[in-house]
Nanobody, 131 residues
Framework: QVPLVESGGGSVQPGGSLTLSCTAP????????MGWYRQRPGEEREGVAA????????YYGDFVKGRFTVSRDDAKNTVYLKMNNLQPEDTGNYYC????????????????????????WGKGTQVSVTS
């Protein structure tokens, strides 16, 4: 499992914003797809957003609908997930992962990122959206 350091979760009101960060070892940051999954209460895990190291367009889950943005800080080996207009249905545990790629595009399946099996799931960071 890739040692990733996640932070930034918390509790906000509907319409609020949060930014999650994920720091990876330099090798993984430069060579792996990195992204965020989430698991909402009672739901299966789903891909939120991902970067491909080849510089192709990021992947976003359909439910993002322009509300979330991924970005990178190469100097810090860190990927960010900026989440705006959060809604109660966004409540869940968010996991950062790094793996692959085995494809030329950024793509997420429940247990694969860029075609590569996610090697492990950390504790994640909790996001709670309540009024």
């Amino acid at each position: 499992q890739v040692p990733l350091v996640e932070s930034g979760g918390g509790s906000v009101q509907p319409g609020g914003s949060l930014t999650l960060s994920c720091t990876a070892p330099k090798h993984n940051y430069e060579n792996n797809c990195m992204g965020w999954y989430r698991q909402r209460p009672g739901e299966e895990r789903e891909g939120v957003a991902a970067f491909h190291p080849g510089g192709v367009s990021p992947y976003y889950g359909d439910f993002v609908k322009g509300r979330f943005t991924v970005s990178r800080d190469d100097a810090k080996n860190t990927v960010y997930l900026k989440m705006n207009n959060l809604q109660p249905e966004d409540t869940g545990n968010y996991y950062c992962v790094a793996a692959g790629p085995r494809t030329g595009i950024a793509f997420m399946e429940p247990d694969r990122i860029c075609g590569a099996l996610v090697p492990g799931w950390g504790k994640g960071t909790q996001v709670s959206v309540t009024s």
